[in-house]
T-cell receptor
Framework: DADVTQTPRNRITKTGKRIMLECSQTKGHDRMYWYRQDPGLGLRLIYYSFDVKDINKGEISDGYSVSRQAQAKFSLSLESAIPNQTALYFC?????????????FGPGTRLTVL | SQQGEEDPQALSIQEGENATMNCSYKTSINNLQWYRQNSGRGLVHLILIRSNEREKHSGRLRVTLDTSKKSSSLLITASRAADTASYFCATDEGRTYKYIFGTGTRLKVLA
């Protein structure tokens, strides 16, 4: 079984709709991240959480919100989707200690906003 | 703005040749990481080098770090067609332990 899972894997929606992307992990990691990837732009950090009570904005948080329901779950919401939010979205996790910050990525969610 | 910038943006080589890609960053870091991404899939961690290290090896990978120049390089030796992928560096901006990724180098290894 995959350690970091994302649902849905693909989603097509319309402008103005509310969308939730979900991420679950079985690695027992405290830290979780949401990124978006656009062609030629690499990954950009949307939000990150270092534990259940901790939520932090990343580079491009406008238009997004997150919820850390438990250590294992971190959800990303688009309150009112717009076409320029069409992208590939990745969730990632990492341990909380200073020595090892390797990130483990989910398979991604391909979101299309029409 | 991106913390890490990879160079070149794209690289095409023959199987068996070495591939070198570079990453530059802007602020002080605790460590720098390299990741690989096959088309449209999640990133996979390759190697981490700490700010007090200058060189690190893992199999056919060799990473160097020059903190005075704020740059790193990834060398893949004896490349294979299966190495075809995009490669990203990631740095913890200002030692915050949140990671900023560069725009990546697209490597194509021709058989």
């Amino acid at each position: 079984d995959a350690d970091v899972t994302q649902t849905p894997r693909n989603r097509i929606t319309k402008t103005g709709k509310r969308i939730m992307l979900e991420c679950s992990q079985t690695k027992g990691h405290d830290r979780m991240y949401w990124y978006r990837q656009d062609p030629g732009l690499g990954l950009r950090l949307i939000y990150y959480s270092f534990d259940v009570k901790d939520i932090n904005k990343g580079e491009i948080s406008d238009g997004y919100s997150v919820s850390r329901q438990a250590q294992a779950k971190f959800s990303l919401s688009l309150e009112s989707a717009i076409p320029n939010q069409t992208a590939l979205y990745f969730c990632a996790t990492s341990e909380g200690n200073r020595g090892n910050n390797e990130q483990f990525f989910g398979p991604g969610t391909r979101l299309t906003v029409l | 703005s991106q913390q890490g910038e990879e160079d070149p943006q794209a690289l095409s080589i023959q199987e068996g040749e070495n591939a070198t890609m570079n990453c530059s960053y802007k602020t002080s870091i605790n460590n720098l990481q390299w990741y690989r991404q096959n088309s449209g899939r999640g990133l996979v961690h390759l190697i981490l080098i700490r700010s007090n290290e200058r060189e690190k090896h893992s199999g056919r990978l060799r990473v160097t770090l020059d903190t005075s120049k704020k740059s790193s390089s990834l060398l893949i030796t004896a490349s294979r067609a299966a190495d075809t992928a995009s490669y990203f560096c990631a740095t913890d901006e200002g030692r915050t332990y949140k990671y900023i990724f560069g725009t990546g180098t697209r490597l194509k290894v021709l058989a």
